[in-house]
């Protein structure tokens, strides 16, 4: 199994940033595409940005400009520079794999446990 940890979450000023990591661990074979999805109160979970294992990123409309995706494949691990930040970015944060844990295994699909980012004045 793939266990995914998230930290970098928290509260920040409008116009402020953070930086979130998701780590993955466990019986990891490969990882293809990774991303980060969001789910404010009331809304529907949306995808924030995503990143294949080739670094081809993909953003959605409200983040373009602001927020960054990266990962590092050595270490299994995925980034999201946040800057600019606006109360409308407030949301439980989620990070999203699609991981192998052996050659022969079909793609699984993983889900970190959230974190929250709350941006107020």
């Known amino acids: 199994q793939v266990q995914l940890v998230e930290s970098g979450g928290g509260s920040v000023q409008p116009g402020g940033s953070l930086r979130l990591s998701c780590v993955a661990s466990?019986?990891?074979?490969?990882?293809?595409?990774m991303g980060w999805h969001r789910q404010a109160p009331g809304k529907q979970r949306e995808l924030v940005a995503s990143?294949?294992?080739?670094?081809?990123?993909n953003y959605a409309d409200s983040v373009k400009g602001r927020f960054t995706i990266s990962r590092d494949n050595a270490k299994n691990t995925m980034y999201l520079q946040m800057n600019s930040l606006k109360p409308e970015d407030t949301a439980v944060y989620y990070c999203n794999v699609d991981a192998y844990t052996s050659a022969l295994d079909r793609v699984s699909n993983y889900w970190g446990q959230g974190t929250q980012v709350t941006v107020s004045s």
């Open positions: 466990g019986n990891i074979f490969s990882i293809s595409l």
């Open positions: 990143i294949t294992s080739g670094g081809s990123t």
